[in-house]
């Protein structure tokens, strides 16, 4: 079995690959080729994988190259991890959104349309390449904002890319730790758009605990969504949403915050991470050490403005482990080896949810077998969830048709439209600002 990684030489490659490492069962990946624009980012992540893979006899052998198509011919499994316009871009995305009073966030608000209208014309020609090099491969988007960059890709491979994001397992996690329940058994009632979506329930021998957790404040405050959201406004809404509502919910607060931190995400993580890959051009670098503790600070500060704004404290031990690669890896072990399981993924709608069409991409849980993923029916959203998830969907679709037609009027309604952009003529500000800074917005005229 054969992966391509697109982004090889990005951060959280070794995080993949050590998953790999761990899966010893037939039919598991045994090759791995990395593809990258940039050949000091494949070398140093490539030294990572190869102190990982010490002494394993039986360790996928990896490879290198920045040929895209090469990358791309024999693939079983593609997975697409690309930053368009690197960690600067999304650095430049939170200046620029900040200057005009709105959030920058790379899959939230501005920061995630002006990244998006950046990634969606990549993210499209590698989906037509993979359709032609590699029609049978399974694609796996990680790449954000995770479900319109999917949808995008989805226009060309069908139902054979899958988008994921590790945040609703992290939700569904921590719920069952804090209502005893052991994750295996429990059903997550969960659905929405990638990083706007609800927990809604959570069955245990069909009873749905979630009501026990939303009466009990002490167990409200001991996890991380309950902290950022706070019991009233849980109770309130009957739900527990993705942390990443906390930017709608709070949406004033969050800015505020972002304004006033040393340094925003994008540019926090720009420094540590040259920092990392300017020390993997020493030979002597300990590779594995250096990324093991840059992976450790960019765990424990996931969030910190956020957490900041709402008084939550630091992130509990069990939350930094992520779980991306988890995910990955049981998505590509289903497939690969008909082992049915139920993974909640970004997969187009079908019949899902009445108020989106067959094609919208939505996060849904999904049952996943040699045939791909299957979305599950479940119970329509509230109303208030239902006007979210419509709204942005509908600036997704203003993203998409920008990027096929070029068109900036197309462009700044995207803009316009989010919920999280309050004036048509910030939507007009915030396009200059972003094309003046990105080469890639070059294409809107
Ligand atoms: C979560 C999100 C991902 C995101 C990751 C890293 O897992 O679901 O979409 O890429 O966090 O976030 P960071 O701010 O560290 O880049
Ligand atoms: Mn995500």
Same mark, same amino acid.
């Given at each position: 079995m054969r992966l391509t990684i697109l982004g090889g030489g990005g951060f959280r490659v070794p +995080?993949?690959?050590?998953? +790999?490492?761990? !899966?010893? *069962?037939?039919?598991?990946v045994t090759r791995v080729v990395l593809h990258d624009l940039d050949e000091g980012r494949l070398s140093a992540v490539a030294r990572v994988l190869a102190e990982q893979a010490a002494g394993d006899p039986d360790a996928p052998e990896v490879t290198v190259t920045t040929d895209l198509d090469e990358a791309l011919r024999g693939a079983d499994f593609v997975f697409s991890a690309i930053r368009v316009g690197g960690l600067e871009g999304r650095a430049a995305d939170e200046r620029v959104a900040l200057a005009q009073g709105v959030l920058g966030q790379e899959t939230v608000g501005a920061g995630g349309i002006a990244y998006g209208l950046r990634t969606v014309p990549v993210a499209v020609d590698i989906a037509r390449r993979v359709a032609r090099l590699a029609p049978d491969a399974w694609v796996i988007n990680f790449t954000n904002p995770a479900g319109l960059v999917t949808? *995008?890709?989805?226009?060309?491979?069908?139902?054979?890319?899958?988008?994921i994001c590790d945040s609703p397992v992290g939700l569904g996690r921590r719920i069952?730790?804090?209502?005893?329940? %052991?994750p295996g058994e429990a059903w997550i009632d969960y659905v929405g758009l990638n990083h706007l979506g609800w927990v809604r329930g959570l069955r245990v021998a069909g009873r749905d605990e979630l009501p026990r957790l939303l009466a009990d404040p002490d167990l409200l405050g001991s996890f991380e969504e309950g902290r950022l959201f706070g019991p009233q406004w849980l109770r309130s809404l009957g739900a527990v949403p993705n942390e990443y509502l906390h930017y709608y919910y709070f949406n004033r607060e969050t800015v505020r915050a972002y304004q006033r931190a040393e340094k925003t995400r994008g540019a926090f993580l720009r420094d540590q991470q040259a920092g990392f890959y300017e020390e993997m051009r020493r030979p002597d670098a300990a590779a594995l050490t250096a990324w093991d503790r840059t992976r450790a600070e960019r765990e424990a500060t996931y969030m910190a403005e956020n957490r900041d704004a709402a008084g939550a404290g630091e992130r509990e031990d069990d939350d930094l482990s992520g779980g991306y690669e988890k995910v990955a890896l049981a998505l590509m072990r289903a497939i690969a080896r008909d082992e049915r399981t139920t993974l909640i993924l970004n997969v187009r709608n079908r019949g899902t949810l009445g108020v989106l069409d067959a094609e919208a991409v939505i996060e849904v849980p999904c049952l996943v077998d040699a045939n791909g993923a299957h979305p599950v029916t479940v119970d329509p959203l509230p109303g208030h969830a239902t006007g979210l998830v419509c709204a942005v969907k509908a600036v997704e679709r203003e993203v998409l048709s920008a990027a096929e037609?070029?068109?900036?009027?197309?462009?700044?309604?995207?803009?316009?439209? %989010?919920? +999280?952009? !309050?004036?048509?003529?910030?939507?007009?500000?915030?396009?200059?600002?972003?094309?003046?800074? %990105?080469?890639? +917005?070059?294409?809107?005229?």
């Open positions: +995080l993949v690959y050590g998953a +790999l490492l761990g !899966d010893r *069962a037939e039919g598991r949808e *995008a890709m989805s226009r060309h491979l069908g139902d054979r890319v899958i988008g069952a730790r804090v209502l005893g329940a %052991h037609s070029g068109s900036r009027t197309t462009a700044v309604k995207a803009f316009a439209l %989010h919920p +999280l952009v !309050d004036s048509v003529n910030v939507a007009h500000a915030l396009l200059d600002g972003f094309t003046a800074v %990105h080469p890639g +917005l070059a294409y809107l005229t």
